[in-house]
């Protein structure tokens, strides 16, 4: 009994002591995201209404990264979040994630006049995300589109060589898709990121040891 109880005492005590790390990890991303709101590093910073930092849990096991906020998400200061964001959570809900499994970023965390992917920029950002992704610890990254891709796996093949299949990147695992917002844009893309958001599904039903 005696052990039992001690047994319960120590699974009290690792649930508390995991329950503080996951609310100092959501205390140190939130002032991370004090401070890219208030940068002005780069010129995106005189030019943005919004910076565009993160949607998600603090413990995500996938985090799903695009390459920069678009005119919705400047708008709202939230990743993904026009059409391309709708597009994008049809697939998280077909992929069957829970709201405490995913995360979402961007790349560059100011719009980009014109929606023009700035790389003076990007790399002037890039220490943002860097940042991020060492505090959110993902089990696995999914760049969506070029962008991304090269940011995170910069000897990586062209977007639609390697969509679709997983690889190890620098970081660890990922899983490029297209961009939801090329999808939105031809019907051959509509079909790619159909079938590849399938083939990220069954990759996530496989046994851990295989998944690589
Ligand atoms: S894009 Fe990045 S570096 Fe430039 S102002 Fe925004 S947060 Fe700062």
Known sequence: MRTGRRAVARGARAAAARGTRTADRAAELERLAEEIRACRRCPLGSSREHAVVYRGSSTPSIVFVGEA??????????????????????????????????????????????????????????????????????????PLGAKALAALVPDAPPILQCAGAPRLGPLGPVFPL???????????????????????????????????
């Open 69 to 142: 906020p678009g005119a919705a998400e400047d708008r709202a200061g939230v990743p993904f979040v026009g059409r391309a964001g709708r597009q994008l959570d049809a697939a998280l809900a077909r992929l069957g994630l829970g709201s405490a499994e995913f995360g979402v970023l961007n790349v560059l965390k100011c719009r980009p006049p014109g929606n023009r992917f700035d790389p003076a920029a990007a790399r002037t950002c890039r220490p943002y995300l860097d940042r991020q992704l060492a505090l959110l610890r993902p089990r696995l990254l999914v």
């Open 178 to 212: 297209v961009h939801p917002a090329a999808a939105l844009r031809s019907r051959r893309l509509k079909e790619r990121w159909d079938s590849d958001v399938a083939a990220l599904r069954r990759w996530l039903a496989r046994p851990p040891l295989q998944m690589l």
